[in-house]
């Protein structure tokens, strides 16, 4: 007779399986007294169970709550750490470019100035050499010139392409 008054008892109760199965698995081990209170005075232990069950639920509730907030400012740490490392690597790239460009305008540059140094002293081989005729109309004179000429265009070139790029 108690085993199927708690039956009754139990099916009718806003309690979850789990809760309802734990309950008979108690009720069985306790002495016949207790179940005859427990019987007696079920609006009161149900009322107990109850708000027993919400705060668990809450506390629940609260901790994954709380977990999926720690779980959210972990992505967040490491998304801003991924953009920083991201900034610093664009950062030092920018830098690597620019020094890449500073080492080629530099290179160029003591080209132009080793080049303008031969011309100088091929200048300097020619005009001390006492030649007689007129240096215009000399072919290796205009050969020389149109070396020139096309070095420093081509060099030209190069620098501004270098300064485009």
Not at 52 to 58: L, N, T
Not at 75 to 90: T, V
Not at 91 to 113: G, P, S
Request: proline share 2%; net charge negative.
């Amino acid at each position: 007779m108690e085993n199927f008054q708690l039956q009754t008892y139990l099916t009718t109760a806003p309690l979850g399986d789990e809760a309802k199965y734990n309950l008979k698995t108690i009720f069985h081990t306790l002495s016949d007294a207790r179940k005859i209170e427990i019987l007696w005075n079920w609006p009161k232990y149900l009322d107990m169970l109850l708000k027993i069950e919400q705060k668990w639920k809450e506390e629940r509730d609260k901790n994954i709550a709380e977990t999926l907030q720690k779980i959210e400012n972990i992505i967040s740490d490491g998304l801003e750490r991924d953009r920083q490392k991201n900034k610093e690597l664009a950062k030092k790239m920018e830098q690597q470019q620019e020094d890449i460009l500073a080492a080629e305008q530099y290179d160029q540059q003591k080209k132009n100035e080793d080049f303008q140094k031969k011309l100088r002293e091929i200048q300097q081989v020619w005009h001390t050499a006492s030649v007689k005729t007129n240096p215009i109309f000399d072919p290796l004179w205009n050969l020389l010139l149109l070396i020139t000429f096309s070095v420093l265009l081509t060099n030209t070139q190069v620098i501004i392409q270098s300064l485009i790029g």
